[in-house]
């Protein structure tokens, strides 16, 4: 009697804790989406940013008309061609930012300003997501996880290859 006791106590802990994994891994993958959407959120605000550059007088027409352009690529891409389209966007915002002198109006340097302060929260965004997912990706290789399949059918979280270039 005291055995069956003793066997039962440790199924219901062993229960308890699949349970407890489960929702630590839910959210793990609440906060890879958390920090998807902060991200992507930054991310259209600097397309924004970029198209209101690209109708000031910082950028020359040919600069105006490619940073354009790369705003609106970045801003409509798929989630397949998303890297791409940011990595352009960023060479684009590189290429006008260095070739420019800037002896513009406060408009245009309240956008510059507003611009690098963007650039500072978009880097703290892709190193918080690159967190989430690379802590999500190590709990889901655990043996537990994949014998259990606690998981469920949640897609394994990505990152995405702009979240490694210099903005």
Known sequence: MKSA???ILI????????????????RLHHRVETS???LD??????AA????I?????????SSLLLTAAAYQ?????VEDRSQAESGLSGALGLLLSDSEFTSSNADKTLLTELSL???KIRIAIALHVDAVTSTHNVRSKVIFRLFRLAGRAPLPVTYEFEADVL
Do not use: K
């Open 54 to 62: 690209a109708r000031s007088e910082i950028a020359d027409p040919a």
């Open 5 to 7: 006791l003793v066997v």
């Open 41 to 46: 959120g930054l991310l259209q605000r600097r």
């Open 49 to 52: 940013i970029a198209l209101e």
């Open 74 to 78: 970045a801003r409509e891409a798929r």
């Open 118 to 120: 963007l650039t500072d």
């Open 11 to 26: 199924f219901l802990i062993f229960l308890w804790y699949l349970s407890f994994s489960a929702t630590r891994l839910d």
């Open 36 to 38: 998807w959407a902060n």
